[in-house]
Structures are given as structure tokens and as C-alpha cells.
């Protein structure tokens, strides 16, 4: 069993076009393949070189590379002879690939799959689920190598390894949420497979998810919220903005990095969020309030080009994910306040003071982008909130 990843090897090996390593029929190299493990070349341009079996031109291939200059250069070295070192001696060998048409179905390995639907898929799909899904199918892939499970066929890939899967993701600290969101992703792969012809049967398919827990909104309270916004607007003018556009739109902190300054339509009081930028894939619109067109008004905060990046620094470059919710939880934390306390509850916050402003469940629905009245109702009780309070209000006397 390989205590190292495939991936990372494969990846510094950089092999050409249609070569990979594969160790099927060879394996703990039973079939007897020479090879010449790693070693250090010291000079001026240190490297490292060893040589691997080639099927193809049935001769010990030499293999070298150059040690980065920036990096821990021993660090990396010690690491590197280590992978290499346990790949060798495992068997592996470097192949042709089969093309696609010398290929049956039943012949594609279940890491070829992954990496071939991935190709395609990610055409199909937004940025940020194709690097979500890169990021699954990494975690996976790895999952497999280090259970020697990175060549077995597609087709005998059974319910067992995707069980050991589920529960190495849960041994991770992982919740069952995030470990129900693999079992979903694994079952609509393995679907493209079976109907593709690749698999007869999905082994993912009578895996039940695991009980999640029920996670209740939080909205900050009216005089924690002014603390905050009192601190952050003295601390960092474009955080307060930022927590401005979160309030006031309910648009997640996500869609906020990807909204450009034209999208912002200060005459008609409107943001249109395109379908790539929005977590439902649908090109929306919302309402811009009267007091953030003020503030966008008062800054000169969209006098910039239109195909600009909304939040984004000198270079108009966007800024790191974490930028605003970091700043966010120090003066969080800073005033001691509730730790449970984010920038996404100023999304919850923004939605409790509209409804006691009087504002109903359909304009609730409609700043939200809700699919459904059913899907604000649920989100309003997980708020604490009751569309008919008419029950509490005219509650007959007995």
C-alpha cells in the first residue's frame, strides 16, 4: 500500500502526452522490472535522477530533475527520493495509454473515469463548481492511491471502498453534512458512468446519507450590529461597504467577489447577478435600498471602469476569499462579542429588521432568490420567524 500520492509523483514525473505509471500485473513488481532508485546529483544545479522501466521501449528509462531554488531544497529532496523511492519498488512502470478506441468500457481504470468526466463536465459547468469538483475528485483520487485502488477497473469498484471513502472523510473531523455532500457528488459521477456504459451498477447508489443537524440561523442583535458597524466603518472603508452590500441585498459574501461595477445599476436601484456568479446557476436581480446608494454615492464607489471587479485592490485584482470575514471576526472578537457571530449573519440580520419593517415573505423571496414561498417560510422559522403571526396575535381566550 502506497503511503505516498500517485498524483504527486505523476506530477513531477510530468510525463508525455498518453504515458502514465501503472503497476497492473506488476505488483510489489512481481514480474521482476529493473529500476535504479533516486539519488542526489550536488552542483551547481543540483538534480535528482533514477531510472524506471518503459513497457513501451522495454529499456530503463532515465528520469531528471532539477532541484527548485525556491524551496526547502532538503525538505523537498528527502520528500521526493521517499515517493519515488516507494513507487519504484511497488512496480509501477511507465505504459501507453490505450486510446479511446482500442479501449473497451470495461477496461478504463476509475481514476481515467474521474479525470475524463471531470474534462467534460467542467465545460458544462460553473467555475466554482468545476473547482469544487476538482477539489472532490482530488481528495478521492488520493483516497484511492493510498489504498492501491488507483488502477483498479471502474467496473470493480464495489460499495465497500466507497463506504471506507465516506468514513475516512467523517475520521478527517468532517460533519455528516459535508460527508453527505461526497456521497452525492459520488452517486451523480458513478450515474454518468452506468450511463455512459462504462459500469453496470453504481455502487454508490443504496448508501444512505448520515442525519444531519439542524443548523439554525443567527442574526445579530440591533446593538451588537451597531458596535460592529460603527468599528468597521473607522477601521476599513471598502469591509464596511462590503458588510453594507451583505446587509442591505442579501447577497452572499461568495457572489459578492464575483459581481463587476457595472452589474450595479444606480438609476433603476437594481444588481443583476449573472447565472456563473449565482449559487442557483439563474441570472437574477435585486434591489439596491436607498441608504447603500447613498454610501455607493457618497464614496464615488462605482466611479470606476464597469468590467472592474467590485471589491478589488489597487491592481484591480479581486482580493483573497477571506479578507472581509477575517477583518469581520476580529472585531468580533475585539469587543466580545458571540463568537457564532460571521459576516454571512449580516445576510440573516439584513432579513430579520426588513420583516419587522413590515416587509412581506414575497419581497423576502424575491432579495433572496428563493426557488419557492415553502423555501422562505423554512428559512424565516429557522430565524425565528413566523409569516402568520396572526395565530399569536388573535389566539382566541378560553
Known sequence: MLSVSLQSVLRFLNLPKGMY???????????GYPYKLPRLVEGKKPYLVFYVWNENT??????????PKNVNQKA???????????????????????????????????????NYIFEFRKKENSL???????????????FLCSHSLQDIKAENLEKKHIIQF???????????????????????????????GYISENPAQNIKKLKETETRSIAISPEHLKILMQEIKATDTETYIFCLFVFYTFIRPIELRRL?????????????IYGNQSKNKKTEYVMLPEPLKRVLIETKFLERNPKNSLFSDNRELQYSRNRYSILFSKIVAKNNLPKEYTLYCLKHTGVVEYYKKGCGIKFIKEQCRHSSLEQTDKYLKSLGLFENEEILKNAPEI
Open 58 to 67: 522495454e529499456k530503463l528509462e532515465r528520469i531528471r530533475r532539477e532541484v
Open 166 to 196: 465516506l468514513d475516512f472523510i467523517k475520521e478527517q473531523g468532517n460533519s455528516n453534512l459535508t460527508r453527505n455532500n461526497y456521497l452525492t457528488w459520488l452517486k451523480a459521477i458513478f450515474n454518468i458512468m452506468k450511463t455512459r
Open 76 to 114: 523537498w529532496v528527502k520528500e521526493k527520493i521517499k515517493s519515488i523511492t516507494e513507487v519504484l519498488v511497488a512496480g509501477y512502470r511507465i505504459c501507453k495509454a490505450k486510446t479511446e478506441t482500442e479501449k473497451k468500457p470495461q477496461d478504463f481504470t476509475i481514476t481515467e473515469l474521474l
Open 128 to 142: 466554482n463548481s468545476a473547482t469544487r469538483e476538482k477539489s472532490y475528485i482530488k481528495i478521492f483520487s488520493n
Open 260 to 272: 463587476q461595477v457595472g452589474q450595479i445599476d444606480l438609476q433603476s436601484q437594481k444588481i443583476v
Open 21 to 31: 505509471l501503472s503497476v497492473e500485473g506488476n505488483e510489489e513488481n512481481k514480474l
